[in-house]
């Protein structure tokens, strides 16, 4: 059972460029949602989505778009990468919400260095 | 909204010694509490969680947590600790009225556990 698969893994882009950070997730889960993980920041919420069509903004969503066009995937976009987006940025899902399910489950992240 | 404390970036402990990670927790309403733990190189995974019930929750690895509303604290604890347990461990809070979804979880910034052989 693979779980939450993100790619690429690690990636290193200029001032200006786009990219997609792929996610998949093979458990049929409805809740899919992008952290990123800073030092000394925790985890902060990027985008999320309940379902399938319907997507919506966390708490810095500023230069990210996101789709979800199939339960499954759930594509992170940079429009124009920026020094501020050098993170490691984590793909998540869960079955339902938290109150009935407790957990989310994460891929093993995407290192983005942006010079 | 919530907001969660994490009182220690980092706690260096002897291996085979027990160890306490604090938890803090501000929210005007009734919330679910979750320990995720993040080993080197990997993504979270559940710990342990507080839904209803039991104030005293026992999770994965021999770790167990305590909910102490009238000190809104989560504090995460486990008697005898192993090289194994060298890993970040996040407090996150949900609160009850949003229906726990993934928008309303907010982690605190982690505490680095270092076990001393």
């Known amino acids: 059972n693979a779980g939450v698969t993100q790619t690429p893994k690690f990636q290193v882009l200029k001032t200006g460029q786009s990219m997609t950070l792929q996610c998949a997730q093979d458990?049929?889960?409805?809740?899919m949602s992008w952290y990123r993980q800073d030092p000394g920041m925790g985890l902060r919420l990027i985008h999320y989505s309940v379902g399938a069509g319907i997507t919506d903004q966390g708490e810095v969503p500023n230069g990210y778009n996101v789709s979800r066009s199939t339960t499954e995937d759930f594509p992170l976009r940079l429009l124009s990468a920026a020094p501020s987006q050098t993170s490691v940025y984590f793909c998540?899902?869960?079955?339902?919400?938290?109150?009935?399910?407790?957990?989310?489950?994460f891929g093993e992240g995407s290192r983005l260095t942006v010079l | 909204a919530q907001s969660v404390t994490q009182l220690d970036s980092q706690v260096p402990v002897f291996e085979e010694a027990p160890v306490e990670l604090r938890c803090n927790y501000s929210?005007?309403?009734?919330?679910?509490l979750f320990w995720y733990v993040q080993y080197p190189n990997q993504g979270l995974q559940l710990l342990l969680k507080?839904?209803?019930?039991?104030?005293l929750v026992k999770g994965i690895n021999g770790f167990e947590a305590e909910f102490n509303k009238s000190q809104t604290s989560f504090h995460l604890r486990k008697p005898s600790v192993h090289i194994s347990d060298t890993a970040e461990y996040f407090c996150?809070?949900?609160?009850?009225?949003?229906?726990?979804?993934?928008?309303?979880?907010?982690f605190g910034k982690g505490t680095h556990l270092i076990i001393q052989p």
């Open positions: 507080y839904l209803s019930g039991s104030t």
């Open positions: 929210s005007s309403v009734s919330v679910y």
């Open positions: 996150a809070v949900s609160p009850m009225y949003s229906g726990g979804g993934a928008d309303g979880l907010t």
């Open positions: 998540a899902s869960s079955e339902g919400t938290i109150a009935n399910t407790g957990e989310l489950f």
């Open positions: 458990m049929n889960h409805e809740y």
